[in-house]
T-cell receptor, first 115, second 109 residues
Framework: GAVVSQHPSRVICKSGTSVKIECRSLDFQATTMFWYRQFPKQSLMLMATSNEGSKATYEQGVEKDKFLINHASLTLSTLTVTSAHPEDSSFYIC???????????FGPGTRLTVT | GQNIDQPTEMTATEGAIVQINCTYQTSGFNGLFWYQQHAGEAPTFLSYNVLDGLEEKGRFSSFLSRSKGYSYLLLKELQMKDSASYLCAVLDSNYQLIWGAGTKLIIKP
């Protein structure tokens, strides 16, 4: 149990375009979902925390107008990278947590390359 | 501030034992996690400690001392596939995960 999927697994887009990444909890209801970014050889960096039905809480330094997060249901959260630039190229990972559990279950990640 | 320290890199030999240490200073404590992350992949859960002591799970064990703000992950009978980064993370008083930078473990034959 506790499977989280992400789509797409890899995406290449041109500078200035927008990209949407989906995160789904397949067999549980995720009251909280987390979005992380990881640059090569660096640790995970939390971007934002989203609770179903409410606005996401962004970490300091993360532009909320650039990284749009929607957590419209208990099984789906989306991250949209707007007006992407090459410096946004990174590995984006989501995780999900049930209300009754402290453990975060990670999706497989999305490799974004902006050309 | 909140801080988690773990070594950047360690090297060990196949078949041997290695201990990866993690020290933490956080605002509150609701448990400590160890995750394994292979290059290019998402982290996978290894262990969760909330009480002092040693938790054993197959070849992997995790130890916690809350009074010392210290944990370690012990890997026995190392295999080449154990080459990965090992991430220590603490759940703080707000139930937010605070992540260490990870320890890259290199296994040599």
């Amino acid at each position: 149990g506790a499977v989280v999927s992400q789509h797409p697994s890899r995406v290449i887009c041109k500078s200035g375009t927008s990209v949407k990444i989906e995160c789904r909890s397949l067999d549980f209801q995720a009251t909280t979902m987390f979005w992380y970014r990881q640059f090569p050889k660096q640790s995970l960096m939390l971007m934002a925390t989203s609770n179903e039905g409410s606005k996401a809480t962004y970490e300091q330094g993360v532009e909320k107008d650039k990284f749009l997060i929607n957590h419209a249901s208990l099984t789906l959260s989306t991250l949209t990278v707007t007006s992407a630039h090459p410096e946004d190229s990174s590995f984006y990972i989501c995780s999900a947590r049930e209300d009754s559990d402290y453990e975060q279950y990670f999706g497989p990640g999305t490799r974004l390359t902006v050309t | 501030g909140q801080n988690i320290d773990q070594p950047t890199e360690m090297t060990a030999t196949e078949g041997a034992i290695v201990q990866i240490n993690c020290t933490y200073q956080t605002s509150g404590f609701n448990g400590l996690f160890w995750y394994q992350q292979h290059a290019g992949e998402a982290p996978t859960f290894l262990s969760y400690n909330v009480l002092d002591g040693l938790e054993e799970k197959g070849r992997f064990s995790s130890f916690l001392s809350r009074s010392k703000g210290y944990s370690y992950l012990l890997l026995k009978e190392l295999q080449m596939k154990d080459s990965a980064s090992y991430l220590c993370a603490v759940l703080d008083s707000n139930y937010q995960l605070i992540w260490g930078a990870g320890t890259k473990l290199i296994i040599k034959p």
